[in-house]
């Protein structure tokens, strides 16, 4: 079974300062990583998506993650945050091999402030 | 334009009755998915389908039935044996169900279901 763990419930930073959304997973199988942001009232929108290759993944509205195995983590960051950054962010896994049921974290809720 | 509609976006419901939730997708998507999603506890899986006719139990899946009729069609039906049925409930489609993994899932607008 997969699980995953979004260390940050809350995290509120100042309009153009840097973030990093933390993510760790456990998985005994080889599985696949993404964030998803939602916006309030709404679906979820993929940001980026690791499936092999550069651990360094860049995705929309200027966001990156980092791939790090021996840590089993995925954090997500942006180096300069802007007001509409403001959402809701999950990190979720899916396996490799079989049916793509995503497992989600709990959701770290981004706050920027002017 | 292509995407995946659910409807609709608010339901209120009394307790006891049945009520079925919608979702459309128009992406030629072969799997689909139903999920719930309570305040910090972040998304959890209901149903999903591979594929026409079939479908699967996710983790959360009692008190709720699906069916898949047809490739772009797959309602939710919340049952009165529901015992908190009052969520967020999110659907969603990816290219394919099986291996190779790693489809994108995309998901509909969501549809908020209250309980009275």
């Known amino acids: 079974a997969q699980s995953v763990t979004q260390l940050d419930s809350q995290v509120p930073v100042f309009e153009e300062a840097p973030v990093e959304l933390r993510c760790n997973y456990s998985s005994s199988v080889s599985v696949y990583l993404f964030w998803y942001v939602q916006y309030p009232n709404q679906g979820l929108q993929l940001l980026l998506k690791y499936l092999s290759g550069s651990t360094l993944v860049k995705g929309i509205n200027g966001f990156e993650a980092e791939f790090n195995k021996s840590q089993t983590s995925f954090h997500l960051r942006k180096p300069s945050v802007h007001i509409s950054d403001t959402a809701e962010y999950f990190c979720a896994v899916g396996r490799i091999q079989g049916a793509q049921k995503l497992v989600f974290g709990q959701g770290t809720r981004l706050t920027i402030n002017p | 334009d292509g995407g995946i509609t659910q409807s609709p976006k608010y339901l209120f419901r009394k307790e006891g009755q049945n009520v079925t939730l919608s979702c459309e997708q128009n992406?030629?998507?072969?799997?689909m998915y139903w999920y719930r999603q309570d305040p910090g506890q972040g998304l959890r899986l209901i149903y999903y389908?591979?594929?026409?006719?079939?479908?699967q139990k996710g983790d959360i899946a009692e008190g709720y039935s699906v069916s898949r009729e047809k490739k772009e069609s797959f309602p939710l039906t919340v049952t009165s044996a529901q015992k908190n049925p009052t969520a967020f409930y999110l659907c969603?489609?990816?290219?394919?169900?099986?291996?190779?993994?790693?489809?994108?899932?995309?998901f509909g607008p969501g549809t908020r279901l209250t309980v009275l």
């Open positions: 969603a489609s990816s290219m394919s169900g099986g291996s190779p993994g790693g489809d994108t899932q995309y």
């Open positions: 389908s591979q594929i026409v006719n079939d479908f």
């Open positions: 992406l030629n998507h072969d799997a």
